[in-house]
């Protein structure tokens, strides 16, 4: 039942990202200044944050739907659907580890240098 | 050992809504859940309703909500259920009394998936034969005994009630996988329109409900692939 139900809430997720990104890269349309103006949003080290959950949301989305995929179409999937849901959720963190350490490292500058030039996000 | 009951009650000629009552009860850690339930029926609120009859877990009347999930009162030991037990109606039925479930709709769906043999050649005027094979191939599904614990856990028929459920798709998997039987293309017609196998977001929650361990999502998926593949596949 959670296999389904993070499924469920990460897809709603996955969405509500596509709404805002079609609004960040429509700033296009309004010039390079404007985009490039509406883009430093993603720096601030709270939706950095967002963007750590995305990240979860789309991994776990993805391998998860492999798993579903097997569970349909391999004959023992749903013998091997609790193993596979243990392997989703290695999966899931092995990826977001690394993902995630790209995501903060320059939100995490204040801590170990000289201010960064968005230190003031 | 002392245990407190929680039992989620309504008679609808007196409440107007559920409400919930508790029990404190002396049981026997090898008690059975039933038990308490009539020790509570017996000797201390006649009132209390619900639906028992073999107690030994093979005519599926006593399937209700234990502790957030299905089980049969019957099969359920006092000594797993901890200190103090929460007994419900099953979700996605409509409550009658107190326990007691309107279990209608349950059947008029299984009966729609024709769970009985079709022929269309002349009777063979012997036994129809089959193989061990064969028969192995249907076993999990003649083990149900329409309890409809699984079709109770299943959020698609919470949130869809006109699906036709877990427990129909694992009898017309019986049929469907019989090597006697003729009507199954018939019965994956009838499985394969919106309401059929399809709102299966296979969840698993019927696999853990079952009392009779039926690995019920599986079947619904064998069903799935026969829909897909144009009829059963060889197991």
Same mark, same amino acid.
């Given at each position: 039942?959670?296999?389904?139900?993070? +499924?469920?809430?990460?897809?709603?997720?996955?969405?509500?990202?596509?709404?805002?990104?079609?609004?960040?890269?429509?700033?296009?349309?309004?010039?390079?200044?404007?985009?490039? *103006?509406?883009?430093?949003?993603?720096?601030?080290?709270?939706?950095?944050?967002?963007?750590?959950?995305?990240?979860?949301?789309?991994?776990? +989305?993805?391998?998860?739907?492999?798993?579903?995929?097997?569970?349909?179409?391999?004959?023992?999937?749903?013998?091997? *659907?609790?193993?596979?849901?243990?392997?989703?959720?290695?999966?899931?963190?092995?990826?977001?580890?690394?993902?995630?350490?790209?995501?903060?490292?320059?939100?995490?500058?204040?801590?170990? *240098?000289?201010?960064?030039?968005?230190?003031?996000? | 050992?002392?245990?407190?009951?929680?039992?989620?009650?309504?008679?609808?000629?007196?409440?107007?809504?559920?409400?919930?009552?508790?029990?404190?009860?002396?049981?026997?850690? &090898?008690?059975?859940?039933?038990?308490?339930?009539?020790?509570?029926?017996?000797?201390?609120?006649?009132?209390?309703?619900?639906?028992?009859?073999?107690?030994?877990?093979?005519?599926?009347?006593?399937?209700?909500?234990?502790?957030?999930?299905?089980?049969?009162?019957?099969?359920?030991?006092?000594?797993?259920?901890?200190?103090?037990?929460?007994?419900?109606?099953?979700?996605?039925?409509?409550?009658?009394?107190?326990?007691? &479930?309107?279990?209608?709709?349950?059947?008029?769906?299984?009966?729609?998936?024709? /769970?009985?043999?079709?022929?269309?050649?002349?009777? /063979?005027?012997?036994?129809?034969?089959?193989?061990?094979?064969?028969?192995?191939?249907?076993?999990?599904?003649?083990?149900? &005994?329409?309890?409809?614990?699984?079709?109770?856990?299943?959020?698609?028929?919470?949130?869809?009630?006109?699906?036709?459920? @877990?427990?129909?798709?694992?009898?017309?998997?019986?049929?469907?996988?019989?090597?006697?039987?003729?009507?199954?293309?018939?019965?994956?017609?009838?499985?394969?329109?919106?309401?059929?196998?399809?709102?299966?977001?296979?969840?698993?929650?019927?696999?853990?409900?079952?009392?009779?361990?039926?690995?019920?999502?599986?079947?619904?998926?064998?069903?799935?692939?026969?829909?897909?593949?144009?009829? @059963?596949?060889?197991?």
């Amino acid at each position: 039942m959670w296999s389904w139900l993070f +499924h469920r809430i990460s897809g709603l997720g996955i969405l509500l990202f596509l709404f805002i990104h079609i609004v960040d890269v429509s700033m296009l349309s309004f010039g390079p200044d404007v985009y490039n *103006q509406s883009v430093t949003l993603f720096d601030y080290w709270i939706v950095r944050l967002l963007s750590l959950s995305l990240v979860v949301a789309v991994l776990y +989305h993805a391998f998860n739907g492999v798993r579903i995929m097997a569970i349909d179409f391999w004959r023992k999937g749903s013998r091997y *659907q609790r193993a596979m849901f243990g392997a989703v959720l290695v999966l899931t963190l092995v990826v977001f580890i690394p993902v995630a350490y790209i995501i903060m490292l320059p939100a995490l500058h204040w801590l170990t *240098q000289m201010p960064h030039s968005t230190a003031g996000h | 050992m002392n245990i407190l009951v929680r039992i989620k009650r309504y008679d609808p000629e007196r409440d107007a809504k559920p409400y919930w009552d508790e029990f404190r009860v002396d049981v026997e850690p &090898i008690d059975r859940l039933l038990d308490t339930l009539n020790t509570i029926k017996w000797t201390m609120d006649g009132t209390l309703t619900y639906r028992r009859s073999c107690a030994h877990g093979v005519c599926g009347s006593d399937a209700m909500r234990i502790n957030g999930r299905n089980r049969l009162a019957c099969k359920v030991l006092m000594r797993d259920v901890g200190k103090k037990v929460t007994i419900e109606p099953m979700l996605g039925y409509s409550v009658i009394k107190d326990l007691v &479930i309107d279990m209608d709709r349950f059947f008029d769906k299984y009966r729609s998936i024709k /769970p009985y043999l079709i022929t269309h050649d002349n009777e /063979p005027g012997t036994e129809r034969l089959q193989s061990p094979e064969q028969r192995a191939i249907y076993d999990e599904g003649t083990k149900c &005994i329409l309890c409809g614990a699984c079709t109770g856990s299943c959020p698609s028929i919470w949130g869809n009630p006109d699906w036709v459920g @877990p427990a129909s798709i694992v009898n017309a998997h019986r049929f469907i996988f019989d090597s006697r039987d003729q009507g199954g293309a018939e019965r994956l017609n009838l499985l394969s329109n919106k309401d059929g196998v399809w709102r299966c977001r296979t969840i698993f929650n019927c696999a853990d409900a079952c009392p009779r361990n039926i690995p019920v999502t599986d079947l619904i998926e064998q069903v799935k692939r026969a829909i897909v593949y144009g009829g @059963p596949e060889e197991a």
